[in-house]
């Protein structure tokens, strides 16, 4: 059964500082994997889609990664700003399936 | 000209109601989702409809009835409303896996049973 995990939970940085979210899943059978943000009250913005045969991709000052190998993938985000403050959630979908398991996300916080 | 959206956008009944929340897409997707989302921001697939046929139907009461009469809608349908249905729902829509998949989703629904 696919698990996915965000770490950390909540997270509060400085403007400007560049800063990482990390997701892991269980299993490797996975055809994308899904960055969404989520604003408070709002509906989910993707933000970066990649597919399982690709390594990272990259959006602005967004770049995700991904190894299917290790379950792991990474958002990064440059020069964070105030604006960024918001839920980021990761989502994986299995190879040929249509369930789509979401993370519990993180919760981010960008000081002015 | 928005690619997913549900109404109503608020919902508050009384316990013991029956109530509804449409969602339609104008993406040209022919998989569509109803997930929910918890107090605590978990979100659980509940229904998913691809050519209109229920694919996915994970543990949900059987109070809860989707219906998707094309492509482009899938609607919600819960009877006997009870306080622990009090929740967002969001719909979203994708293309079928092995065409691409990116999941968009709608504004959400918030429901408050009283």
């Known amino acids: 059964k696919q698990e996915v995990t965000q770490i950390p939970a909540a997270l509060s940085v400085p403007e400007g500082e560049n800063l990482v979210l990390n997701c892991s899943f269980t299993d490797s059978a996975i055809y994308n994997l899904q960055w969404f943000r989520q604003d408070p009250g709002k509906g989910l913005t993707s933000l970066l889609l990649i597919q399982s045969s690709q390594r990272e991709q990259t959006s602005g000052r967004l770049n995700a990664s991904l190894d299917k190998s290790s379950g792991r993938s990474t958002l990064y985000i440059a020069a964070s700003q105030p604006g960024d403050s918001a839920t980021y959630l990761c989502a994986v979908s299995p190879t040929g399936g249509f369930k789509t398991i979401f993370g519990a996300g993180t919760r981010l916080f960008v000081k002015a | 000209d928005t690619a997913v959206s549900q109404t109503p956008k608020y919902l508050v009944t009384q316990m013991g109601n029956d109530k509804s929340i449409k969602c339609e897409q104008n993406?040209?997707?022919?998989?569509m989702y109803w997930y929910k989302q918890d107090s605590k921001k978990f979100l659980k697939i509940m229904f998913s409809?691809?050519?209109?046929?229920?694919?996915i139907n994970e543990t949900v009461p059987n109070r809860f009835s989707p219906k998707s009469p094309d492509k482009a809608h899938l609607n919600l349908h819960i009877n006997s409303l009870e306080l622990g249905d009090s929740a967002v729902y969001f719909c979203a829509s994708s293309h079928s896996p092995g065409h691409g998949g990116e999941l968009f989703f709608g504004e959400g629904s918030r429901l408050t049973v009283l």
């Open positions: 409809y691809n050519n209109k046929e229920l694919i």
């Open positions: 993406l040209g997707h022919d998989t």
